[in-house]
């Protein structure tokens, strides 16, 4: 059974794994771009999603890889308008992938239970207040600069303190927007403004961002940096590194943003039983 929105947000606190199946209704997201523009193929995907072991759908309409233009919040509703409605019967958490309070209040006013924002507020000043008075949970992500530009030249004099640092201020900025702290999830934006470096500090060291008190979420599936170290240059077959990566982190993060559902489900299911034997 698909996990209920309190139990991923207490799952730092009980060590479950939880699952956050990616559905980009993008036409340029820089794995899965335009797979999914056509509603109908995107709600087919979702449900395979869900019976492959999702606990939470993300669907975004903007892409934020490096490069991407913004896009209105009237185009993204545009992409989500026949999609989001068709995903609140599936039985698990719907998350919107917005940095837009107009975005996000359609969502929140079609069913969705979560707000994840690669801005963690600072795009628009509305979205945290919008989220802390419709109850929704939020997750606030680092990132340097703005999608455009934030691969330009990202620099850092310890990335995993300043990572730490601008989360902890984010937090308190929700809190002061009326957020509660028990609905707020914190990712530290693998691939966001970060060379290959600064990633693997992160994965290395994500227990210091544990150490805050939140679920910690990584979004690592597929992205550039693994393909630098393994040299696999097309992003669908980084397969094997993604899981790699979100079993480094477990159980200091607990939830993972994923393209490979079933995949990622059954490495966590071995997981759990492993420790469960002990």
Known sequence: MPLTLDEILASHRTGTPVIMGILNVTPDSF????????????????EQMVRDGADILDVGAESTRPGS????????IGRLREVLPALMSLGVV?????????VARF????????????????????ILPLAAERGAAVCLMHMLGEPKTMQADPTYDDVVAEVATFLSDRMDAAIAAGVPRERIILDP???????????????????VLA???????????????????TGVAEPSD??????????????????FRVHDVAQTAQAFALVRAIRAAR
Request: hydrophobic share 50%; proline share 2%; charged share 20%.
């Open 238 to 255: 980084r397969l094997t590194g993604s899981l790699a990566a979100a079993l480094a982190c477990f159980p200091a993060a607990t939830i």
């Open 211 to 229: 150490a805050l008190g939140q679920p910690i979420l990584i979004g690592a599936s597929r992205k550039r940096f693994i393909g630098e170290l």
């Open 189 to 207: 934006g693998i691939g966001f403004g970060k060379r290959l470096e600064h990633n693997l500090a992160l994965l290395a060291n994500i227990e």
């Open 107 to 126: 969502a929140l006013d079609t069913g969705a239970m979560l707000v994840n924002d690669v801005a963690a507020g600072r795009m628009d000043d509305a």
């Open 94 to 102: 719907v998350s919107i992938d917005t940095t837009c309070a107009d």
């Open 69 to 76: 233009d913004a896009v209105s919040a009237e185009e993204q």
């Open 31 to 46: 794995s899965d771009g335009g797979e999914f523009l056509d509603a109908a193929t995107a709600i087919a995907h979702a």
